[in-house]
Nanobody
């Protein structure tokens, strides 16, 4: 089992950057694929990005391609979401999740463990 804690959210102006962190407990962190999802008020949860356990594979939502990256540091049990060129429509609660089965899919159903989330607000 793994527990996830997000941090790094906050208020930023449009065009700015933020780096979110997803810190995991447990000794088998590097066996999990990690995904980032977000949910804005009144909207469904949306896939943002994911990275395989070995960092050999990444996937991004079309809405964030070229602006967000998802590096991971298994030595630190941490996955990051580097967000650049932020837009007001990126405003949401961002959650990370861990998947035991490393399938390159945006479906939240494939993820087994979830963090509580961190708020990101982008002002115009």
């Amino acid at each position: 089992q793994v527990q996830l804690v997000e941090s790094g959210g906050g208020l930023v102006q449009a065009g700015g950057s933020l780096r979110l962190s997803c810190a995991a407990s447990g000794r088998t962190f590097n066996n999990y694929a990690i995904g980032w999802f977000r949910q804005a008020p009144g909207k469904e949860r949306e896939f943002v990005a994911r990275i395989s356990w070995s960092s050999s594979s990444t996937r991004y939502a079309d809405s964030v391609k070229g602006r967000f990256t998802i590096p991971r540091d298994n030595a630190k049990n941490t996955v990051y979401l580097q967000m650049n060129s932020l837009k007001p429509e990126d405003t949401a609660v961002y959650c990370c999740a861990a998947a035991v089965v490393d399938v390159n899919s945006p479906s939240p159903k494939l993820y087994d463990y979830w963090g509580q989330g961190t708020q990101v607000t982008v002002s115009s």
